[in-house]
């Protein structure tokens, strides 16, 4: 098994190109000797016009290995890997481990993702590195295949053997790291080697950026989410997508204020329907890609500004449209790499908008998409690019580009075994769609932990909760709000104060589902967890799928 396979379809192409011109070269020998056979055999002197026919076969085939072997250098070359100075190492490190390419080539495009960001980057083979290397690096990605009955590639086997295979490994309590872990869901060991670097770099004290990433044979919208966290890491919110996703239009439906009165900044309530009336499907956990646009009225002032015609028609993607259209969903481009383009050269040349990903709050039968969406600013005090777009620039029925990405490791299970979720802010909305869905398949064992800043307006769904919870279909329900007293609590100390329930509950059979904030909220829960189950019984939860979070 191989989990590299976008760089498996190009080494084949590669392989089928040096074997039609290999067969190639055969055929032309072929109708070389069918012709000198023709006539009898003269072994003593076959002829002038024989030797120069021979000569001219052997220089051919010389050409032809040399060009392979320039050709070979040329890419050697090209592809040759940045030096490691140890006086002069970044402040990054992104390291891979692959079998056919797949994972090398996502990993300098994550490398390059920081170095274009003004990030500090080194690139390194996995198996070139050792624990004592890791330690003089503050931020580190892995980027892994698993190869085999899920074993590590060949080119890390050096780095499983010094670093992994250590009697006590090496402490690295001052990485903050991240891992892509590549695989194929057919194969039992998914992503095997990519979660066993994880659980090593977790048991030498590192900390997580974020979740582990998997990838399913090369899914887009896995490698998407990857790049979404590579963006905030990097600090653009501006990184194109590898590969654009396939928005569908969707209307927008509904919109109001769900937090009136907040000391906190404004959520919002968005209800979604596709725009042709086709039947909703999702699973609760799935997530919302939304394509963001320009304000209107940006679009206009920057064509103003650079003398272009709004309703001049361009092509684009194999369709017309107009190019103030197509600004709206683009990044608008200086001034001066503007200047003297026509119309249809500005068109080729835009950059479209990076997606964001939301929290799916309901469930189809729930009759739309609802999101939960706290508007943004960014540093100039505009909205945020997304959440702008969502909760202020788009009208009412207004068309919303919309693709949903399934989230498998975040779906509900598939049993009636009890349910610990925990979350803060509009990480409520993930938890809502699978309390929802939990409670119209009449598994009522659920307990929700939730946190935010004030009781009087910051409970979303208040009214649903509390019926929910009335009637029994939640079991037990914990909120901390840490506006309301004199000494601020927050969700992970109401979960420490229950610790013993914690403990009755997964010993129960529970699940642990977390959504919400990366920063603060999801590391403390972590601890609190840590603390109440131990280091491994809570690893080996995640590894059964019974600990999984959706964070950011």
């Known amino acids: 098994m191989t989990s590299d396979s976008g760089a498996r379809e190009r080494a084949f192409n590669r392989s089928l190109l040096g074997n039609a011109l290999a067969l190639l070269a055969l055929a032309a020998l072929a109708v070389a000797l069918a012709r000198w056979q023709a006539d009898a055999w003269h072994w003593i002197a076959p002829g002038r016009g024989r030797w120069w026919m021979a000569a001219a076969l052997v220089a051919a085939y010389a050409g032809f290995v040399a060009a392979v072997a320039v050709s070979r250098r040329r890419s050697a070359r090209r592809e040759a890997l940045p030096a490691i100075h140890a006086d002069r190492r970044g402040d990054w490190l992104v390291a891979f481990a692959s079998q056919t390419g797949f994972a090398e080539q996502l990993a300098r495009r994550s490398w390059q993702a920081l170095r274009d960001a003004g990030l500090s980057a080194d690139l390194a083979v996995l198996g070139t590195l050792d624990a004592a290397q890791l330690a003089h690096y503050r931020r580190a990605l892995f980027v892994v295949s698993t190869t085999g009955e899920g074993d590590a590639p060949d080119s890390a086997a050096a780095f499983v053997r010094k670093a992994m295979g250590a009697a006590t490994p090496l402490p690295l309590p001052q990485l903050g790291y991240g891992v892509l872990a590549l695989g194929d869901r057919e194969y039992a060991e998914y992503c095997a080697f990519g979660h066993r670097l994880d659980h090593w770099l977790r048991h030498a004290g590192a900390q997580p950026l974020f979740d582990l990433v998997e990838v399913d044979n090369g899914e887009a919208g896995a490698l998407r989410h990857w790049q979404h966290h590579l963006g905030l890491l990097a600090g653009r919110t501006d990184l194109p997508d590898w590969s654009a996703p396939a928005y569908a239009p969707w209307r927008l439906r509904e919109r109001r204020i769900s937090n009136p009165g907040s000391a906190g900044a404004a959520a919002f309530h968005l209800a979604l329907v596709p725009a042709d009336g086709s039947a909703l499907q ?51 481009p200086a001034a001066a790499d503007a200047r003297g383009m026509s119309a249809q050269a500005l068109a080729d040349a835009l950059a479209p908008l990076p997606h964001r990903e939301y929290s799916i709050a309901s469930v189809p039968a729930d009759g739309a998409l609802r999101l939960l969406v706290r508007q943004m600013r960014r540093d100039d005090g505009r909205p945020g690019l997304g959440s702008g777009w969502l909760t202020e620039y788009a009208d009412d029925g207004a068309t919303i580009d919309l693709r949903i990405r399934s989230n498998p490791s975040f779906h509900a299970p598939a049993d009636a075994r009890p349910l610990i979720l925990i979350g803060n802010g509009t990480g409520l909305a993930g938890l809502r ?82 959504c919400g904030s990366l920063e603060g909220m999801a590391p403390a829960v972590d601890a609190v967890l840590r603390e109440a189950l131990g280091d491994e019984a809570l690893e080996a939860m995640a590894a059964d799928g019974r600990y999984r979070r959706d964070v950011y």
Do not use: K, T
Request: glycine fraction near 6%; proline fraction near 2%.
């Open 282 to 332: 999702w699973q609760a956990g799935d997530i919302a890609e939304i394509g963001p646009r320009n304000p209107a009225d940006e679009v206009a002032q920057w064509l103003a500004a650079n003398d272009f015609d709004g309703a001049a028609r361009v092509r684009r993607d194999e369709a017309e449209l107009a190019l103030a259209d197509l600004l709206q969903r683009s990044r608008l």
């Open 433 to 514: 769609a699978l309390l929802r869905e939990r409670i119209d398949a009449g598994r009522h064992r659920n307990w929700l932990l939730f946190g935010e800043r004030n009781a009087a307006c910051d409970l979303h769904y208040r009214d649903e909760l509390d019926a929910w919870l009335a009637g029994g279909r939640i079991e037990r329900a914990d909120y901390a709000f840490s506006r309301d007293g004199a000494q601020r609590v927050y969700v992970q100390d109401r979960l420490r104060e229950r610790i013993a329930q914690v403990r009755d509950w997964v010993d129960a059979g529970a699940s642990v589902y977390v």
